[in-house]
């Protein structure tokens, strides 16, 4: 017995707690993309329709302009962004091509149903130079899927329509079931919001994207209810260390 | 929309299989879902032009030979007589009338306007109208009937801003309220334009004189209607995304036709109205430039091919935009429509280098924040920002989900105390939990504050050394001394009295700017890692939890190994979590005390004594087989 008398007490294990998961995963694209040569801007949640709507070339008409789409604030004086969009615009305003931006945070559309909530995430890049052109945004994109999910993804790529892209697309990637999974938006900035933040649109072209972070969670973490994610419940968050 | 595949292919004549047209609808960018031999079409709202049969065969043209032999009626037409003023121009600039008188009503129709009904699992209504949805599926344009013998004063096309009842030829009764643009007979509306006609001028199973309308409507004007009031309106969608302004003649033409098929006509007439000219608009041809957007090389002759497939119009170097492409304005439009001619995946990816410029560094006190919190057991959570409390500067949601979600938060301590009543509920005893976010207010104009808030109550951890020491004021001040030395924080205690709960542990908070925090804390060397990939959730149990401890004396020293790897990697499915609460040396006896917690849980079922007990009996057994250690009291 005498051997044993020095024995060490059991490890002493220090929890460590964990990143939320969707947090998590925005910072791992926002890393991503930023070794790509993106930089990071940040923006309000509360905007201006200026921002959200104008300066992107959405009209007056839009359909996501009504309230029954979009959430207003203080007697329709502002409104909660219904996408990061805005913050390129404001980083365009501030500065001249080329530049490469990426924003990541909370966006806000009046949903709240098992597959939609009124709060998510988006993260969305936009590049500004001479010569960019949809050729380049589809090598882009190949490479955000391909890190994301692994060369062997099969992706294709579809028209589509956005107010600020012209042309427009979105991407969808192959499941292990077999079901097209659309991904994200993406396409080239129009001209006209180029011109909204004094950017000559003859001399630099530009391209956009944006993807829902909720989406690709569920996807690489096989969470199927979108709500799991804010309920805030231990069992779930200490699953994602 | 849905649109039948047999509808559409018997004006191709290659004949394609529903696959091949369904790869080609997506080529063009036309989503959908195939039910039986049904196009379920999702289309993108800048193509109000695809949402007809021709509309789709237009854009199908680009991969097939279209054939279009839809008759119109030729013959000259006389002017309809009909007592109308159009006072808002700017919503209707143009509108159409045409009157048709018919012998009697058909009983039966004819296959072509038969297979629609049939097909699309639609109800018929009365002929005319019949016709009407029949030829706005065939060429995308709304028409409206009102039965003419009820169009029995001057009609009005006017925007009213007074409030007023209206029954919908639907039977639905609803109050006009805000701006609406309206048809009117002595100023009683008779038909909410562009969303759905009026009972009081409908047309019946009997009607034989009928006034058709036909008119273009700015989509503003139409916009948010239906949803306005719960109308569902095929026609409103159409309008809502605009429709060709040139197509009047050739649609009314083509419902005489229709008509004539059915019915001996015995008087039509018919009158146009606009206010101004439809201009053309145009593009310089410049290949050059669509190349460079799309990042292509392909020739003048072969871009020009394309557009003219898609009605486009090639003259003296400008591309006329056709009447219905309302979308297509600028070389990156026309780009687009290359694009998808050639299709998205058939353009080749050119290599993306993105220039080195000074970067700004970012958020590096933040993510320090976070990964300090983590070492120390604590998990970040995000809540939603909508309350329903108000505090005096909070913001207002003008629209809000429900009352329960009127305002901003204006701080995030209350959500996080509703995060921890949350985990108290599922038997937690350990609860530390952090977010940072955006917090608003109204002060003046809008403020904004990056805030971190923590929350931590209960048992400092679930670790022998952390199992009996409770979360407290000091605990925390002791955590934040331990990287800012300098910096004084004010914790906060929330009381229980107010809160639905029996647990008596303390609560302690904290809500801190994030600009408050120096950049001392950069030095802070962090244990804890980001998750290497993407772990694989597992479904968590909704159902109650409890737990079972186990005390053990050990004589033997070299047992106590032997019993961890025993304990720590029993496995049951319903075994949640197992951990060592407590460990105690005593040199004077010789002797280790150790504790074991098991947490029991299932995913199936709420768990009865019996069930724990089964598998608690077995790790006891396996367990004092070791010789050497024992279970005190047993």
């Keep these: ?241 | 929309m849905k649109i039948a595949y047999t509808h559409l292919v018997q004006h191709i004549a290659e004949n394609p299989s529903i696959e091949q047209v369904s790869d080609s609808l997506f080529q063009l960018g036309h989503e959908h879902e195939i039910d039986g031999n049904i196009f379920d079409m999702e289309f993108t709202p800048n193509r109000g032009d695809c949402l007809s049969i021709n509309g789709l065969l237009r854009d199908l043209a680009v991969f097939y030979t279209i054939n279009l032999s839809q008759e119109v009626y030729f013959e000259k037409l006389d002017e309809l007589l009909i007592d109308f003023e159009n006072l808002s121009e700017s919503i209707c600039p143009q509108v159409s009338f045409l009157k048709l008188e018919i012998d009697q009503v058909p009983e039966i129709y004819k296959d072509s306007l038969d297979n629609y009904f049939l097909d699309l699992g639609l109800n018929k209504n009365n002929f005319f109208t019949d016709v009407s949805n029949y030829l706005s599926y065939e060429t995308g344009q709304p028409t409206h009937c009102y039965d003419a013998g009820k169009i029995n004063s001057k009609l009005v096309f006017h925007e009213i801003e007074s409030d007023g009842d209206f029954e919908t030829l639907l039977d639905k009764k609803i109050t006009l309220t805000g701006k609406n643009a309206v048809f009117s007979l002595k100023n009683e509306v008779i038909n909410l334009a562009g969303v759905v006609g009026g009972k009081s001028t409908s047309c019946s199973f009997d009607t034989k004189t009928v006034i058709i309308e036909c008119a273009f409507f700015q989509p503003e004007a139409i916009i948010g209607k239906s949803v306005k009031y719960d109308i569902q309106s095929e026609a409103s969608h159409k309008f809502e995304r605009g429709v060709d302004p040139d197509c009047h003649d050739r649609v009314l033409r083509r419902f005489i036709k229709l008509v004539s098929e059915h019915a001996n006509i015995k008087d039509m007439s018919i009158i146009s109205y606009k206010s101004k000219d439809n201009s053309i608009h145009q593009i310089p041809v410049n290949v050059q430039k669509i190349n460079k957007i799309i990042g292509i090389n392909i020739n003048e002759k072969e871009y020009l091919n394309y557009l003219s497939k898609l009605g486009f119009i090639v003259e003296e170097g400008f591309i006329k935009v056709p009447s219905f492409r309302s979308d297509v304005k600028t070389q990156n439009d026309l780009a687009e429509e290359v694009a998808r001619v050639i299709g998205y995946d058939n353009i080749a990816v050119s290599e993306i280098n993105i220039p080195n410029y000074e970067k700004a560094s970012h958020k590096d006190i933040e993510n320090k924040l976070r990964y300090f919190l983590l070492d120390h057991g604590f998990y970040e959570v995000i809540n939603s920002p909508f309350v329903n409390l108000s505090l005096e500067d909070a913001i207002k949601v003008d629209n809000p989900l429900d009352s329960n979600r009127e305002y901003l938060r204006t701080n995030i301590t209350n959500s996080l105390v509703d995060n921890l009543l949350f985990n108290e509920r599922r038997q937690k005893d350990s609860i530390k939990l952090f977010e940072i976010s955006d917090v608003y207010s109204n002060n003046n104009g809008i403020n904004k504050k990056r805030k971190l808030s923590i929350i931590a109550s209960g048992r400092v951890g679930l670790n022998y050394d952390d199992f009996s020491k409770k979360i407290n004021k000091k605990y925390l001040a002791r955590l934040f001394q331990e990287i800012l030395p300098n910096e004084v924080f004010n914790f906060g205690i929330v009381s229980r009295d107010l809160l639905d709960t029996k647990i008596k542990n303390e609560i302690v908070t904290l809500e801190v700017d994030i600009d408050k925090f120096s950049s001392d804390i950069l030095s802070y060397k962090e244990v804890s890692k980001p998750p290497v990939g993407f772990v694989q959730y597992n479904l968590i149990s909704e159902l109650p939890s409890s737990f079972k401890d186990i005390s053990y004396s050990i004589k033997d020293y070299s047992k106590t190994q032997d019993l961890q790897d025993l304990l720590l990697n029993y496995k049951s499915e319903i075994i949640k979590n197992v951990y060592i609460f407590d460990y105690f040396k005593n040199e004077k006896k010789e002797e280790i005390k150790i504790g074991f917690r098991f947490v029991f849980q299932s995913q199936k079922t709420t768990l009865n004594s019996a069930e724990i007990e089964l598998v608690y009996n077995d790790i006891v057994s396996q367990s004092i087989r070791i010789v050497g250690i024992s279970i005190p009291g047993m």
């Design chain 1, 1 to 241: 017995m005498p051997a044993y008398k020095d024995i060490s007490p059991p490890e002493l294990i220090k929890a460590r707690g964990a990143l939320h998961p969707i947090n998590h995963m925005k910072d791992s694209i926002m890393n991503l993309l930023i070794s790509f040569g993106f930089e990071i801007v940040d923006g309000p949640e509360i905007e201006t329709e200026e921002f959200n709507f104008d300066m992107l070339n959405i009209k007056k008409s839009h359909p996501a302009r009504q309230m029954h789409d979009t959430f207003y604030v203080e007697n329709k004086s502002n409104l909660l962004r219904t996408h990061t969009s805005p913050v390129q615009i404001r980083g365009m305003l501030e500065k001249k091509p080329p530049l490469a931006f990426i924003s990541g945070g909370k966006v806000y559309r009046k949903d709240d149903d098992a597959t939609h909530l009124p709060m998510f995430h988006q993260v969305e890049g936009i590049y500004v130079d001479e010569n960019v052109s949809f050729a380049q945004l589809k090598d882009l994109i190949y490479k955000i899927i391909y890190s994301l999910f692994g060369e062997e993804v099969e992706l294709r790529f579809r028209p589509s329509y956005f107010p600020f892209t012209e042309p427009s697309a979105e991407v969808d990637i192959l499941s292990k079931e077999g079901k097209w999974l659309e991904i994200l938006g993406c396409g080239l900035v129009n001209p006209v919001v180029l011109e909204n933040c004094n950017i000559d649109s003859n001399k630099f072209s530009g391209l956009a994207f944006g993807l829902g972070i909720e989406r690709i969670a569920m996807l690489k973490h096989g969470v199927t209810d979108i709500r799991e994610f804010y309920k805030s419940n231990l069992d779930f968050l200490s699953q994602f260390k």
